[in-house]
């Protein structure tokens, strides 16, 4: 787990701002997986990605864009169409065939 | 399509009680369950997995297909077994595999 990070710990963002969090690995997964973290909702699904240059809508991706220029990084992008953004935001990557998760320790978003 | 459920928000139990948290699944394919564990102020980690069939920090997990459930047990409860924990089933689509979670079951052992 210590070989995914992400960045920053703590966001806070006015409406109308975009605003890019960053999710780093050294463990050389080829997948890497964005969620939101709700109370109550468990963890949705926003993007993922098998492979460099590609990736997938998850069940919420309305109002995110990501992108996946290397495959140590995933950068996760919050619109300003996102209608609730607030929210902890989760980055998990594995290996293919992909057998478990691990997780990075998360960016708690806040939009004032 | 996939779903997973978890009907209790909230679980409190005495040390040294059985506890059991619920998971139902639906899904078309061969289902891959996991539980994950998040303790507090730590990240998300895998608990156990069912193809593993293995017992993990005394918790077991048994895939029942008849009854779609995955609940996860421990025969005595340990203070430090508080935390949140999310049922989960990998499923896989034209594009690749990813998973779905449950909306977690917040565990409290009361000493």
């Known amino acids: 787990d210590g070989g995914i990070t992400q960045s920053p710990k703590y966001l806070f963002r006015k409406e109308g701002q975009n605003v890019t969090l960053s999710c780093e690995q050294n463990?050389?997964?080829?997948?890497m997986y964005w969620y939101r973290q709700d109370p109550g909702q468990g963890l949705r699904l926003i993007y993922y990605?098998?492979?460099?240059?590609?990736?997938q809508k998850g069940d919420i991706a309305e109002g995110y864009s990501v992108s996946r220029e290397k495959k140590e990084s995933f950068p996760l992008t919050v619109t300003s169409a996102q209608k609730n953004p607030t929210a902890f935001y989760l980055c998990?990557?594995?290996?293919?065939?992909?057998?478990?998760?691990?997780f990075g320790p998360g960016t708690r978003l806040t939009v004032l | 399509a996939q779903r997973v459920t978890q009907p209790e928000k909230l679980l409190s139990v005495f040390k040294g009680a059985p506890v059991e948290l619920k998971c139902n699944y639906s899904y078309s394919g061969s289902p891959e369950l996991f539980w994950y564990v998040q303790y507090s102020r730590q990240r998300l980690q895998l608990l156990l997995r069912h193809i593993s069939r293995e017992s993990i920090k005394g918790f077991t997990a048994d895939l029942n297909k008849g009854e779609t459930s995955f609940h996860l047990k421990k025969p005595f409860a340990q203070e430090e077994d508080s935390a949140m924990y999310y049922c989960?089933?990998?499923?896989?689509?034209?594009?690749?595999?990813?998973?779905?979670f449950g909306p977690g079951t917040r565990l409290s052992v009361l000493p």
């Open positions: 990605s098998q492979i460099v240059n590609d990736f």
């Open positions: 998990a990557t594995a290996t293919i065939p992909t057998d478990t998760q691990y």
């Open positions: 989960a089933l990998s499923v896989g689509d034209n594009y690749g595999q990813n998973f779905v």
């Open positions: 463990l050389n997964h080829d997948a």
